[in-house]
């Protein structure tokens, strides 16, 4: 969940010592700020999120081997 290392609303990257918390099991992922955000996700938002990422890679991949053949993007 790269997309939440840093906090969106003020870019802190610390955890801990009251920066922040980043909790993560099997159906479940927080993380939460010293300014107040937080966002939690459920198993399915997690999934969902694993589908598109994927998806994501396999696009861009797709993409860097044709311009690898000379096409244009």
Same mark, same amino acid.
């Given at each position: ?9 003020? !870019?802190?990257?610390?955890?801990? +010592? ?6 993560? &099991? &099997?159906?479940?992922?927080?993380? *939460? ?6 966002? +939690? ?5 997690? !999934?969902?999120? +694993?589908?598109? *990422?994927?998806?994501?890679? +396999?696009?861009?991949?797709?993409? /860097?081997?044709? /311009? ?6």
């Amino acid at each position: 969940m790269q997309k939440y290392a840093a906090c969106p609303v003020c !870019k802190n990257l610390l955890l801990g +010592e009251g920066n922040g918390t980043l909790a993560v &099991d &099997d159906d479940r992922f927080v993380r *939460s700020c010293r300014c107040g955000w937080r966002i +939690e996700l459920g198993a399915q938002e997690i !999934k969902q999120f +694993e589908k598109d *990422s994927k998806r994501f890679a +396999e696009l861009l991949a797709a993409e /860097t081997t044709q /311009t690898k053949k000379g096409r244009q993007p």
